[in-house]
Nanobody, 122 residues
Framework: QVQLVESGGGLVQAGGSLRLSCVAS????????MGWFRQAPGKGREFVAA????????YYADSVKGRFIFSRDNAKNTVWLQMNSLKPEDTAVYYC???????????????WGQGAQVAVSS
């Protein structure tokens, strides 16, 4: 079982940047595809970004494409989400997770971390 811990959240002004980290323990993530989701108050968990099983491709939600960057370092058992040009609508709790099956819905991922709060002020 993989345990995931997110960090790097905080309060930032619109247009600013944050970098979220997700450190895995318990098992190496090198053989897993990983993803990031977010959940705003009163809303469901929304896909943000993920890489492919081979690690050769990354996928982004249209709402973050061109602003967010997914990356990973298997040697550090860590994935990151670089978030640039942040908007108030990016405010949410951000989660990383292990991909368990094809798809980009929350049901296709597991081993969720506890989340990191991101708040973007206008």
């Amino acid at each position: 079982q993989v345990q995931l811990v997110e960090s790097g959240g905080g309060l930032v002004q619109a247009g600013g940047s944050l970098r979220l980290s997700c450190v895995a323990s318990g098992r190496t993530i090198s053989s897993y595809a990983m993803g990031w989701f977010r959940q705003a108050p009163g809303k469901g968990r929304e896909f943000v970004a993920a890489d492919s099983w081979s690690g050769s491709m990354t996928y982004y939600a249209d709402s973050v494409k061109g602003r967010f960057i997914f990356s990973r370092d298997n040697a550090k058992n860590t994935v990151w989400l670089q978030m640039n040009s942040l908007k108030p609508e990016d405010t949410a709790v951000y989660y990383c997770a292990v991909k368990t099956r094809d798809g980009t819905s929350a049901q296709d991922f597991g081993s969720w971390g506890q989340g990191a709060q991101v708040a973007v002020s206008s």
